[in-house]
């Protein structure tokens, strides 16, 4: 990593303290990330968005007073600079979905291990979208039931073009897919957990 590269800002919700306690413990650890902030409910945390302004927020999706929908969708309307990084217990599609649609750049478990909670911080940080294995089957199986040369209204953005470009990190490689001209996505490993999927979308508005 770049020494005089400015760290990555993060703040954590969860309505669980033991849980935040924990990520933020856990990120301490790792050079070039910096915990700005926490919140226990999603209203909490868009506030907290707006004192911070931090690059990533680690979301929560079943919180009190206003859940980590709503609330990804309120940071990521009015604040389109800051990344949101879904960690939940929960995998069920119709979740997956409507943090997409609200505007999520990455989607995880809460048994990811560190360096897989790390590759996504940074992947999310740097504006790619990156999901865990499973989330990544079912948005392949979308896109690929899709008819050529369309993109389902509610698929990540993207380019919908080849991508040519060079993977986005070492020992990244591109995936082969049956489809004509499929989104850029990438297969990031790591050696303790399972594979987790990345898809580099078109840049975010400023």
């Not at 050529?148 to 990190?169: L, Q, Y």
Request: aromatic fraction near 4%; hydrophobic fraction near 40%.
């Amino acid at each position: 990593m770049d020494p005089d590269a400015a760290p990555i800002r993060v703040l954590l919700a969860d309505d669980h303290p033991v849980v935040r306690r924990g990520l933020s413990a856990l990120l301490g650890t790792l050079d070039g990330v910096t915990v700005v902030g926490q919140a226990g409910t999603g209203a909490e945390i868009v506030k907290e968005v707006a004192l911070t302004r931090p690059d990533v927020v680690i979301m929560d999706l079943r919180m009190p007073v206003l859940d980590g929908v709503a609330a990804t969708q309120q940071i990521t309307r009015d604040y389109p600079d800051v990344a949101v990084l879904v960690l939940t217990m929960f995998d069920e599609d119709a979740l997956v979905a409507d943090a997409l649609r609200a505007g999520a750049r990455g989607y995880l478990l809460k048994g990811a291990e560190q360096d897989e909670i790390e590759r996504a911080i940074r992947a999310v940080a740097r504006g790619d979208v990156i999901f865990t294995q499973a989330v990544a089957a079912r948005v392949l199986g979308r896109v690929s039931a899709e008819p050529r040369g369309r993109s389902s209204r509610n698929s990540p953005r993207g380019s919908g073009r080849c991508s040519t470009r060079s993977p986005p990190e070492p020992g990244m490689r591109r995936l082969p897919t049956g489809s004509a001209c499929p989104p850029r996505l990438w297969a990031t490993t790591s050696r303790r957990s399972s594979p987790s999927w990345a898809w580099p979308p078109e840049p975010r508005p400023s």
